[in-house]
């Protein structure tokens, strides 16, 4: 008791640290600073001194907490001792050691270059990393408070603020007093670890109210609190034991979240007792199998629904749960990687009729390989349309990738205080610039005009900071599924993906912060007392450097998560994706061995357009948007044109991820054969990746990407084969093909000092791509022949399959030529 005393009173006084004095300079509620060529260390490592003096004051000032704090204790040892003993050798030996580690280091991967295309990863923010180092210094674990009260106060204020990013409302005290939802959040090793969090939370919420309803039938302690009554999903209130177990599994989540305090507070029953009878009733302590023996005997086993592109963590977290992978059933995707609403439909429909419980639904915002955003918005309806039904689940989000970019469509406090202080006459003025740069009002759907007159003051006056608004670099697709995220009962977000953090910092944020006691071990379940403004006892992990809950929160502090700042900096990466996008499309020439089909469909093919107007719209993104010499040159045409703007807007990925295949031509004859399609970009992956080790230098590769393959077993043997047809290649039963994965996570790659630096990595592809199709033409020199002519020829990249007497010509000089180029 005294222990837990004292830890009360150490998060009390975190609360009131956050609460009181220095909130003004905690809270991260409040615009940044700084350029944003101060964020980063750089390709070139341009920021080299000011990272030495940042580094050097952490250094100062963790000696001098050591020295401070409590002065008059004694040291271990003194520097003569240290020198007698020979202290000197060590450290030679000790800076020798190093010196070698260092060397294998720089072998590592060049994060910060623009030629690093590979993953969800770029340069760091500086901000993170200082505030790692400082803190690495002393050396605090967020477990619990009491081993870290500064950085555990840090980590409360990161989760508000990635709750706010993603579209939850923090309310202040007195709105939680009056019954509020209070959203939560925390920092995690990683998002597989929050995707299993969140699934944790999900699977214990779904069989609280069958357990509660047990313990009041069986256990005599309970006895009072039988008369406590539930509002259903049809909104009637029914005493909790008159309901069935399918109704009671599919209770309201919010309902079933307050229900244990309701039941304490109601019944007068105690805080221990509670407790104590739920040990034998909860599927947190009997587990899965025996809770369904015990108390759901006839009903089927539960399911989580995931789409076929979700992570690998998904099935980890069904293994670990005791669900088991076979729970974890795949949703069909679309031609566009995004999870098919229809197949869900159908999947819930078929769980509706059989009784089968439904722990969770998983929209993925941002696939790892596609950059694929799900309908976020069409599965909320679908998740509204079965709750009137009778069918209740926890719906999640896994924007481990994609979570960031919400921060594009975030106005931020600047914002306000501007317009507030605007006259009426530039109020007008925004208005009207706003229509002649964008030719609409209302470029993002978002009802209030307000904050579209902010968003218009920032693309005419802020232009080369902001790259226009940058939400305008977000289809409109994509932007209805962001302003769905606040339906989502738990979202997984990675600053070290798209907040460019330091690793290791993931995230889980609640939409409901009481779901969060659901899955702690050390916390009563009614009044959690010491650890409600806790991190550390929630969650799968225990110890977690408190170092990086300083490195997100510096990183934040700094880098608002609003459009000013990694809105700001995203819609850059989006930008330069874009560019890349179009260099892609654009970049064979009449005479090179190959052409390339990107997986992101153009705006005309999604239409279903002709191949006359497909070739029209590769022709313009060639001409206008390519070839501009530079961001001003582009924006100046971007700003002139709709039609070029909405193209902009809609071509390329749902975010910054580029997928595409290559293919090669031996002379007029265009391969055939997925095999040797494969082989080519295997052959341009091994170019284009670290394949050996080396502790002698930097690596010598030109390019790094990635690569993959469409398996017909993940996505669907009509996906593959649509694909294929796209491509030019004859489908094949159960064979994928490979494709090649570019990340633009530089915000700065169209803007070196030297110009844009697209070019010179579509030149590089395009001399790899070279190679590659020579290698694979010389393997297989002698057995060429009619597999070249066979099938259909590809609507995307050539024309109708000729005879051979007539053979098709490289597929971008095609659409050049019928262009009048």
Same mark, same amino acid.
């Given at each position: 008791?005294?222990?837990?005393?004292?830890?009360?009173?150490?998060?009390?006084?975190?609360?009131?640290?956050?609460?009181?004095?220095?909130?003004?300079?905690?809270?991260?509620?409040?615009?940044?600073?700084?350029?944003?060529?101060?964020?980063?260390?750089?390709?070139?490592?341009?920021?080299?001194?000011?990272?030495?003096?940042?580094?050097?004051?952490?250094?100062?000032?963790?000696? /001098?907490?050591?020295?401070?704090?409590?002065?008059?204790?004694?040291?271990?040892?003194?520097?003569?001792?240290?020198?007698?003993?020979?202290?000197?050798?060590?450290?030679?030996?000790?800076?020798?050691?190093?010196?070698?580690?260092?060397?294998?280091?720089?072998?590592?991967?060049?994060?910060?270059?623009?030629?690093?295309?590979?993953?969800?990863?770029?340069?760091?923010?500086?901000?993170?990393?200082?505030?790692?180092?400082?803190?690495?210094?002393?050396?605090?674990?967020?477990?619990?408070?009491?081993?870290?009260?500064?950085?555990?106060?840090?980590?409360?204020?990161?989760?508000?603020?990635?709750?706010?990013?993603?579209?939850?409302?923090?309310?202040?005290?007195?709105?939680?007093?009056?019954?509020?939802?209070?959203?939560?959040?925390?920092?995690?090793?990683?998002?597989?670890?929050?995707?299993?969090?969140?699934?944790?939370?999900?699977?214990?919420?779904?069989?609280?109210?069958?357990?509660?309803?047990?313990?009041?039938?069986?256990?005599?302690?309970?006895?009072?609190?039988?008369?406590?009554?539930?509002?259903?999903?049809?909104?009637?209130?029914?005493?909790?034991?008159?309901?069935?177990?399918?109704?009671?599994?599919?209770?309201?989540?919010?309902?079933?979240?307050?229900?244990?305090?309701?039941?304490?507070?109601?019944?007068?029953?105690?805080?221990?007792?509670?407790?104590?009878?739920?040990?034998?009733?909860?599927?947190?302590?009997?587990?899965?199998?025996?809770?369904?023996?015990?108390?759901?005997?006839?009903?089927?086993?539960?399911?989580?629904?995931?789409?076929?592109?979700?992570?690998?963590?998904?099935?980890?977290?069904?293994?670990?749960?005791?669900?088991?992978?076979?729970?974890?059933?795949?949703?069909?995707?679309?031609?566009?990687?995004?999870?098919?609403?229809?197949?869900?439909?159908?999947?819930?429909?078929?769980?509706?009729?059989?009784?089968?419980?439904?722990?969770?639904?998983?929209?993925?915002?941002?696939?790892?390989?596609?950059?694929?955003?799900?309908?976020?918005?069409?599965?909320?309806?679908?998740?509204?349309?079965?709750?009137?039904?009778?069918?209740?689940?926890?719906?999640?989000?896994?924007?481990?990738?994609?979570?960031?970019?919400?921060?594009?469509?975030?106005?931020?406090?600047?914002?306000?205080?501007?317009?507030?202080?605007?006259?009426?006459?530039?109020?007008?003025?925004?208005?009207?610039?706003?229509?002649?740069?964008?030719?609409?009002?209302?470029?993002?759907?978002?009802?209030?005009?307000?904050?579209?007159?902010?968003?218009?003051?920032?693309?005419?006056?802020?232009?080369?900071?902001?790259?226009?608004?940058?939400?305008?670099?977000?289809?409109?697709?994509?932007?209805?599924?962001?302003?769905?995220?606040?339906?989502?009962?738990?979202?997984?977000?990675?600053?070290?993906?798209?907040?460019?953090?330091?690793?290791?910092?993931?995230?889980?944020? =609640?939409?409901?912060?009481?779901?969060?006691?659901?899955?702690?071990?050390?916390?009563?379940?009614?009044?959690?007392?010491?650890?409600?403004?806790?991190?550390?006892?929630?969650?799968?992990?225990?110890?977690?450097?408190?170092?990086?809950?300083?490195?997100?929160?510096?990183?934040?502090?700094?880098?608002?998560?609003?459009?000013?700042?990694?809105?700001?900096?995203?819609?850059?990466?989006?930008?330069?994706?874009?560019?890349?996008?179009?260099?892609?499309?654009?970049?064979?020439?009449?005479?090179?061995?190959?052409?390339?089909?990107?997986?992101?469909?153009?705006?005309?093919?999604?239409?279903?357009?002709?191949?006359?107007?497909?070739?029209?719209?590769?022709?313009?993104?060639?001409?206008?948007?390519?070839?501009?010499?530079?961001?001003?040159?582009?924006?100046?045409?971007?700003?002139?044109?709709?039609?070029?703007?909405?193209?902009?807007?809609?071509?390329?990925?749902?975010?910054?991820?580029?997928?595409?295949?290559?293919?090669?031509?031996?002379?007029?004859?265009?391969?055939? /054969?997925?095999?040797?399609?494969?082989?080519?970009?295997?052959?341009?992956?091994?170019?284009?990746?670290?394949?050996?080790?080396?502790?002698?230098?930097?690596?010598?590769?030109?390019?790094?990407?990635?690569?993959?393959?469409?398996?017909?077993?993940?996505?669907?043997?009509?996906?593959?084969?649509?694909?294929?047809?796209?491509?030019?290649?004859?489908?094949?039963?159960?064979?994928?093909?490979?494709?090649?994965?570019?990340?633009?996570?530089?915000?700065?790659?169209?803007?070196?000092?030297?110009?844009?630096?697209?070019? /010179?990595?579509?030149?590089?592809?395009?001399?790899?791509?070279?190679?590659?199709?020579?290698?694979?033409?010389?393997?297989?020199?002698?057995?060429?022949?009619?597999?070249?002519?066979?099938?259909?020829?590809?609507? =995307?990249?050539?024309?109708?399959?000729?005879?051979?007497?007539?053979?098709?010509?490289?597929?971008?000089?095609?659409?050049?030529?019928?262009?009048?180029?």
């Amino acid at each position: 008791m005294v222990i837990s005393r004292q830890r009360t009173k150490l998060v009390r006084d975190i609360e009131e640290f956050r609460r009181d004095a220095f909130q003004d300079k905690l809270s991260l509620d409040r615009p940044g600073g700084s350029l944003p060529a101060a964020w980063f260390l750089g390709p070139k490592a341009e920021n080299e001194d000011f990272l030495r003096e940042m580094i050097t004051l952490a250094i100062d000032e963790a000696v /001098k907490a050591r020295h401070d704090f409590k002065p008059d204790d004694p040291e271990t040892f003194s520097v003569e001792e240290l020198e007698a003993a020979g202290f000197n050798t060590g450290r030679d030996l000790f800076k020798s050691r190093f010196q070698e580690v260092l060397g294998f280091l720089r072998g590592s991967v060049p994060m910060a270059s623009y030629r690093n295309q590979s993953h969800m990863y770029w340069d760091t923010t500086l901000p993170s990393v200082v505030g790692y180092f400082a803190t690495m210094l002393y050396n605090q674990n967020n477990c619990t408070p009491e081993a870290s009260p500064i950085t555990t106060a840090l980590e409360m204020e990161v989760g508000d603020d990635l709750c706010r990013m993603l579209g939850y409302t923090i309310p202040d005290r007195e709105e939680v007093r009056h019954g509020a939802i209070r959203p939560w959040g925390h920092i995690t090793c990683d998002g597989s670890v929050a995707n299993i969090e969140s699934m944790w939370a999900a699977r214990n919420i779904k069989y609280l109210a069958v357990g509660l309803a047990a313990a009041i039938r069986h256990d005599p302690d309970m006895a009072p609190a039988r008369d406590v009554t539930v509002t259903t999903l049809k909104g009637k209130r029914h005493r909790l034991l008159d309901l069935d177990n399918w109704t009671l599994l599919n209770l309201p989540i919010d309902q079933v979240i307050k229900l244990p305090m309701r039941i304490s507070r109601t019944a007068g029953i105690s805080e221990d007792v509670l407790k104590a009878a739920l040990a034998g009733y909860s599927i947190q302590d009997l587990g899965l199998l025996e809770f369904h023996r015990r108390f759901l005997p006839d009903t089927p086993a539960p399911v989580v629904m995931t789409p076929a592109t979700a992570h690998y963590s998904w099935i980890k977290a069904g293994s670990l749960l005791g669900l088991g992978r076979a729970a974890v059933h795949g949703i069909r995707v679309d031609l566009d990687a995004r999870t098919d609403p229809v197949h869900l439909r159908r999947m819930l429909e078929d769980c509706l009729k059989e009784g089968r419980p439904v722990v969770q639904v998983v929209a993925v915002i941002g696939t790892t390989e596609e950059s694929a955003v799900d309908p976020l918005h069409e599965i909320v309806k679908i998740r509204n349309e079965f709750r009137e039904r009778g069918l209740e689940f926890s719906l999640h989000a896994d924007a481990a990738w994609g979570g960031y970019f919400a921060s594009m469509l975030r106005e931020s406090n600047l914002d306000r205080q501007h317009d507030a202080a605007r006259s009426d006459e530039e109020r007008a003025e925004i208005e009207r610039q706003m229509v002649r740069v964008f030719g609409v009002d209302d470029p993002d759907g978002i009802p209030e005009p307000q904050k579209l007159k902010d968003w218009a003051a920032h693309a005419i006056f802020d232009r080369r900071n902001a790259m226009f608004a940058p939400g305008l670099h977000l289809n409109e697709y994509v932007r209805r599924q962001y302003r769905a995220l606040k339906h989502c009962d738990t979202i997984t977000v990675d600053p070290h993906k798209g907040g460019f953090v330091v690793y290791p910092a993931g995230a889980l944020c =609640y939409r409901n912060g009481g779901l969060r006691h659901l899955i702690a071990f050390a916390s009563p379940v009614v009044q959690h007392g010491d650890i409600a403004q806790s991190v550390g006892f929630y969650g799968v992990e225990g110890s977690k450097p408190g170092a990086a809950a300083t490195a997100v929160y510096l990183s934040h502090s700094l880098i608002p998560a609003d459009r000013t700042g990694y809105g700001a900096l995203l819609g850059k990466c989006m930008f330069a994706s874009k560019r890349f996008y179009a260099g892609l499309v654009s970049m064979a020439g009449s005479d090179d061995p190959f052409y390339v089909t990107t997986f992101q469909r153009l705006p005309a093919e999604k239409v279903g357009a002709s191949r006359t107007d497909v070739r029209k719209q590769i022709a313009m993104i060639r001409d206008k948007i390519f070839a501009a010499p530079d961001d001003d040159h582009l924006m100046a045409a971007l700003a002139k044109d709709f039609e070029l703007r909405e193209l902009f807007s809609e071509m390329g990925s749902d975010q910054c991820i580029v997928a595409y295949t290559f293919n090669y031509l031996d002379g007029y004859a265009q391969n055939r /054969k997925i095999s040797r399609l494969n082989e080519m970009n295997e052959r341009m992956f091994e170019a284009m990746s670290m394949q050996k080790f080396s502790d002698d230098g930097v690596p010598e590769v030109d390019l790094l990407v990635t690569s993959s393959s469409f398996d017909p077993e993940v996505y669907g043997q009509e996906f593959v084969d649509h694909y294929a047809r796209r491509i030019g290649v004859n489908p094949e039963p159960g064979v994928g093909i490979k494709f090649l994965i570019s990340t633009q996570q530089n915000p700065w790659l169209t803007q070196t000092k030297d110009g844009d630096f697209t070019p /010179k990595v579509i030149e590089t592809l395009g001399n790899i791509a070279r190679d590659a199709a020579a290698y694979v033409l010389e393997q297989h020199k002698y057995d060429h022949g009619r597999e070249y002519y066979r099938g259909a020829s590809s609507p =995307y990249q050539g024309p109708d399959l000729p005879s051979p007497a007539q053979p098709p010509t490289n597929p971008q000089a095609i659409a050049a030529k019928n262009t009048g180029d």
